[in-house]
Structure formats: C-alpha cells, structure tokens
DNA sequence: GTCTATAGCCAGATAGAC
DNA sequence: GTCTATCTGGCTATAGAC
C-alpha cells in the first residue's frame, strides 16, 4: 500500500512479515495476485465504512458532524491507504464497480432523501445528494494527501498539524451546515 | 507523470519523444536526474499558477469565484499533474520548502488580509487564511481525484461528469462564499 | 511448510561505430 | 549527437533439500 505495486519488492514484504521470499510466493503464487487481494481487502472495508455513515438515521446535520469526527479520524490512524485508494480508483475503476454492486444499498438515495427532509423543514437550501457527498469526503480526504504543501505554507509544525486536524473534526462539519443552511 | 517514477520506462519514454533510448541517457544522465528535472518544471509552474490567484487585488469574493474557475479549469486540462503532484508532495516534501522559499511572497500573509478587510465590511465571518485556502484546494482538486467514486455512485457519464465539472465552477465558489457569509 | 540457491528476465546504463 | 549492440544488476519466480 505504501510503495505501489511497481515500487514494493518481494523480499521488503517477506522481511516485514517474517518470513522468507520463497515461503512468500509459496502462499500468494505471484506479486499481482498478491497486489489484488490487498487490493479487495481495502476496497471491501474502506467504501462501506465512508458511506455507512450516510446511511445512519440521523437527521441531516447530525450526518454531516458524524462523518467529519468519524471520516478524519480513520484516515489520521490509516494514512497509507489513502494514496493507495487515490491511484487505484484512477488505474482499475471497473472493480470498484463489482465492490460497489455486491453491497446492494442506494447510498445516493439515502442522501437524497435526508437532503429533502432537511429541505422541507427550512432547515438547508437544496443540494445534490452526489454534490453534498462529494464536498464532504473532498474536505476531510483532501488535507492529508495535501499536508506538506499545508504545512510549509502555513508553516505548521507536525504538532500544530495533529492539533489543527482535531480541530477540524468540528470546524468542518460546521462549515458545510453553514454553507447549506437556508 | 503518468507513471510515476517506478512504473515508467526509459523505452517508452524514448518512443515517445521519438529517439533511442541511448540519446535519453545521453541529455539527461540517468533515470533519476530526468525524474527530478520533471519535478522542478511542474512544480515551479503548478504551485504559482495556483497561490498567484490568491495574491490578486480582487475582493475575497471575487478571488473565490476566479479561483474555481481557473483552478478547475486547468485541472481539466492536465489531468496526469495532479495524481504527480499529490503523491511527490507526500515522498519528498523538502523540495517543496525550496521552491516556496524561492518565490518570496508572503501567500497566508495576503489571503489574511484579504479576510480581515471582508470581515471589517461586516461581509463574512472570520476563518484562518489557511484553512481557507485548504478547504478551497481540496474542494477543487478531489473531484478529480475521486472521479471514479463519483462516477460510479452517482451512475454518471463521463459527457455528464464534464457537464458537472463544468458547473462546479460555479456552485463551489457559492459553496465556500455561503459557508463564510454572515 | 519453510528454507537456500539459482534460474531467467527485464530494464537502466554504457561502449563504440558512424 | 544519434544509433545498435551489449553489459550489469536486481527482481520475480522456481527447484529442490529438509
């Protein structure tokens, strides 16, 4: 997950698991093959897991701090799949697809329907379900694959970055109420 | 930048840019030392391009507009640059720092002013520079990143997905001006 | 099942003619 | 400067002993 398929070797990954290069092959017959089972694992357990929490039967605003406390402090204690996720949608889409299909659940839907309940209490303007979605997993995904360039213009420690992170968890959930909110 | 530095090929490379293989090593040394050119040149362009918005003598609300425009934009039209630039920011941030310190211009400094001075109009409500700045970025990038997601959640075309994009230019900038708006 | 040793291949880099 | 041919090292994968 770290390295990429091209850049990982054989002998880091056995040394890793303790083990050695040939016991490696024995178990996962080829690098690809191994490459594509990390590949399922993560795709099976991050998607359900970001969207779970759009799925939940609280109400819209409720959503919304949920899924910034939860959504940010998953990715704080697993940086490295989020680069992994990032190149592999982009290199493989069509398996995402298969994940996706499997799960049987209209997430899309789901949202929509919070956005119009939310809606006809005068509570947010209308938004697309996709567009509310998107913007939600931009913010929280976006300042770790962009932190070095966060931290050396702010001039950031990596101490202050932990902090500021935390503090996100809540001022990002209000920025997005804030923006939809009538 | 497709590829990266591990999945490219001198080969191909040269195939591309239609001569030998030999006369690729023989301008730029090695693999390495035409890597690291690539690097400087898309940085030194991209990270100007980008903060240069920010710097304009336009009112903050205007710099927002203009921002998702030109940002989108360009990502648009050089989609391989932004899987390069977020996954070299993370493996060598150091070169970052150099390039910044370069340029000379106090970014955060002039996006805080710009806030303050909307703040005294009584326009918006204060947030600091950088995250500002950081949720305008991730706002504009993601969408690219995460297309397939996207995509797939949403069963979008890809003639619809530009649609979209396009209209993004717009409803972003109203996004983050809501968010802000007292 | 696990190891050491090695086969076989591929890609970066160089030699040397033109 | 540009090419073809070749060297060299490193990596995946396998053979075969235990």
């Not at 040394?15 to 191994?34: F, I, N, T, V």
């Not at 913010?139 to 962009?146: C, E, K, T, V």
Request: glycine share 6%.
């Amino acid at each position: 997950m770290e390295k990429g398929l091209d850049g990982a070797r054989m002998q880091e990954i056995a040394d890793e698991a303790g083990m050695s290069k040939a016991s490696l092959h024995y178990y996962y017959r080829s690098k690809q093959h191994l490459f594509d089972g990390i590949y399922m694992q993560v795709f099976s357990d991050v998607l359900p897991r970001i969207f779970g929490i759009f799925m939940s039967d609280l109400p819209l605003c409720e959503i919304i701090r949920n899924f910034f406390e939860m959504h940010i402090e998953f990715l704080k204690q697993n940086p490295s799949i989020l680069m992994f996720v990032m190149k592999e949608i982009n290199r493989v889409p069509h398996l995402l697809e298969k994940i996706l299909a499997e799960k049987d659940v209209d997430i899309l839907g789901a949202v929509n329907a919070k956005v119009q309940e939310a809606v006809d209490r005068g509570e947010v303007r209308p938004i697309r379900g996709e567009e509310l979605m998107l913007n939600m997993v931009s913010l929280s995904i976006f300042q770790f694959a962009g932190a070095p360039i966060f931290k050396t213009i702010g001039g950031i420690s990596d101490e202050d970055f932990d902090k500021l992170i935390e503090e996100r968890k809540k001022t990002l959930a209000e920025f997005v109420i804030s923006a939809i909110k009538r």
